[in-house]
């Protein structure tokens, strides 16, 4: 398996600043190519929430480069397991120790995703997303830690009804926030042609997951970044407030 890449992101209509990070990486490994993907949505005032979740796509890339390539095979789910838990609860706590020193909030999500042959291994906390794209249908891979998905998950909203909830971005827990943190963890398996799809929830609160899949499936590899930008342009023309940020692996 090899894997192509692209992104895009956007400030926005509101923010003053991009709070969204983001890194893709493709490396040979053991013979094999291997493929890093983390999106972080930063939370915090001016500069917080871009410092968080930075420091978080940051230390992936440096586990990715200083440790992943000394495992002794390209896949071993319980070191990525262990791995990427030892380095959010070190982020975690300092992120918080930062806060405290300079008597601020800042946070940030994190999806993290990482391919080998063809398997991917992923991390996550928050309300960025990861989905898949395969067989001409798109699924959501990762739930959403937020007020809103825990309501309707109890049944006590209607999708519907949470598009204009007031507690819409209300998270339920992030990286840097509080002292516990417990992030979903999980495995799956692809074929060639697959498209998996990381996102900040500013690139998909105006635009629907079919939009997605339209814009997306049949795409030359060479007109992928356009239509991401198409699809960024499409929120912005629907006054969507939020940083925009999405990023893309194909398998071939």
């Known amino acids: 398996m090899n894997y192509f890449v692209a992104a895009q992101t956007d400030i926005g209509l509101k923010k003053a600043c991009n709070q969204d990070s983001i890194i893709l990486k493709r490396a040979k490994f053991k013979g094999e190519e291997v493929c ?43 070191r990525f397991r262990i791995d990427m838990g030892n380095i959010l609860i070190s982020e975690n706590e300092g992120l918080l120790y930062y806060g405290r020193e300079h008597g601020i909030y800042l946070g940030t999500t994190i999806t993290a995703i990482i391919l080998a042959g063809n398997k991917f291994f992923a991390c996550h906390v928050g309300d960025t997303r990861l989905y898949k794209i395969s067989l001409s249908k798109i699924r959501l891979l990762t739930n959403d830690h937020t007020f809103i998905a825990k309501e309707i998950a109890e049944g006590r909203l209607t999708k519907k009804e949470a598009k204009n909830a007031p507690e819409r971005n209300v998270l339920l827990q992030c990286i840097g926030a509080t ?3 417990k992030p979903d963890m999980f495995c799956g398996e692809v074929q060639k042609g697959d498209i998996l799809l990381l996102c900040s929830d500013g690139f998909r609160h105006k635009v629907s997951e079919k939009e997605i899949l339209s814009g997306l499936l049949n795409c030359e590899n060479q007109r992928f970044n356009d239509v991401l930008r198409d699809l960024i342009d499409l929120n912005l023309k629907r006054k969507e407030q939020d940083n925009i940020t999405v990023a893309l692996i194909k398998v071939q």
Not at 40 to 50: A, K, V
Not at 60 to 66: M, N
């Open 36 to 78: 890093l993907g983390v999106i972080c949505d930063g939370l915090g005032g001016l500069s917080c929430g871009e410092l968080a979740s930075k420091s978080i796509v940051e230390a992936f890339s440096d586990w990715f480069l200083h440790q992943y390539s000394k495992y002794e095979n390209v896949w071993d789910e319980n």
């Open 179 to 181: 002292k516990d943190v």
